[in-house]
């Protein structure tokens, strides 16, 4: 039995995030996706307006799957009764990395087509799916009660995240001398628990006041 | 008169280095490099060992180039009596932006190069330039008397660097609601003010005793 078009989206969105992992935006091509599904190429674009529309598609479903990965990480150290924030945040950080290093191409890809897209109009459900993201980390930076207001506590959270994505990516810990993995997770330690010490004592505000260099 | 080889291979360089920022490693052949230097491609091959070597060259070119942007960054506050941590942290930080903006294809092609080569031995001259950045850092770290030892200030140095990096360099801030430049500096900000905050309040030994996830 033919597949219905649903499930044929389906698959045509496996085969590209494989794609896309293997290989990142440069290797998603109509024809391999056509090929690997057993459908023509005009089958494809039934389907999908472009292969812009495709690779959204697939961000989608990854951004879906990592925001919940920290929902089931925060969901985690709620039945083990852990309410601390620094804890809390490891654990998202932690579930960050696991998630990178099982997206190695596919992640990177979702990044470049979010630069890409950086003019674009919105917001719409694509920048409702990051917000959402964001949200998750702002919800544990709530239960700090750190005395931030709704603008700096989202503020904190892109930047938290920001940084967690700066330390699991930069090439400059790739220092031969060190354990990468090990290196990674002690920049982490070192980061979540000095931004949380340091949102304790009204961090935050710190920068009141500093002209834009 | 004809160019003697050092003058030939900073051509080489200078060749290599448009070419990386231009298009990435796909972009650095030999025949472009030759043509574009009136030489034959025999002739790189006898200045550099392979494309590699083409490519290390020019990346330590550029590693000096943010060193000194570092350095001279710190020597201007110094002129002007700023000595607080956190105004000097952030002038590194704008630099760092500013460096990243100005090379917008080469910077992305060295981090991608130190990830590659993560597992080759060392310590060796590439190494030691990587590791004379992050001493800048480590060094304005020292002076603000946080009571770190050698190894914890090196890894802090370490974390703010892969910090500023993720935010500059994040896909998550191209937010079309918000315009880029500013919500980066925003990140930046906030970061450096929480971060040297927790490291007054002793945050950096917080994580003493974490589990590892």
Known sequence: MALDKEEMSEKVLAIAEALLNEGG?????????????????????NLFADLDEVHRAVNMRLLD????????AMA??????????????????AAYVRFVEAH??????????NRRRATRP???????LLDALFDIVAGVLKA????LDDDCRALAARTLWSSVHGIVTSGY?????????EEIW??????VGVFVKGLEHGGAFAHAGTKPV
């Open 76 to 93: 985690d150290l709620e039945r083990q009764g852990v309410t601390d924030v620094r804890h809390r945040i490891l654990a998202m950080a």
């Open 144 to 147: 700090g009660d750190f005395d």
């Open 25 to 45: 935006a440069d290797n998603l091509k109509a024809r391999t996706i056509a090929k690997q599904a057993g459908i023509s190429v005009g089958s494809v674009y």
């Open 104 to 113: 190695p191409g596919s992640w990177p890809a979702v990044l470049a087509f």
């Open 122 to 128: 919105g917001p719409d459900a694509y920048d409702a």
């Open 173 to 181: 810990v790739a220092n031969s001398n060190s354990r990468q993995a």
């Open 186 to 191: 002690h920049q982490v330690e070192l980061l």
């Open 65 to 72: 799957r990592l925001g919940a990965t920290g929902i089931a």
